[in-house]
């Protein structure tokens, strides 16, 4: 199964603009509130990315919990 909840943009822009806050405040909070090198920019990629898949993962999980139908893959008429 395969969700198609991801590429929706009602979906993929609040989780984003979610996920770059929470990076910033992350950041700041561990002492590195603006980029000045290429590590800098590297880790908070990856915090984006990591953080960015468990938000995604658990919008899934709370759309599975409000709408159990969601988990049944439709499938396409030929």
């Known amino acids: 199964m395969t969700p198609r909840l991801e590429p929706k943009w009602r979906y993929a822009v609040p989780l984003n603009l979610l996920t770059g806050m929470m ?3 992350a950041m700041a909070a561990a002492g590195m509130p603006q980029l000045n090198n290429v590590a ?3 880790l908070y990629l990856a915090f984006f990315i990591g953080l960015q898949r468990c938000l995604s ?3 899934w999980r709370l759309l599975l ?3 159990p139908s ?3 893959p439709t ?3 030929h």
């Open 23 to 25: 990076t910033l405040c």
């Open 40 to 42: 800098q920019a590297t």
């Open 57 to 59: 993962w658990l919008g």
């Open 65 to 67: 919990r409000v709408v």
């Open 70 to 72: 969601a988990a049944i």
């Open 75 to 77: 499938q396409a008429s």
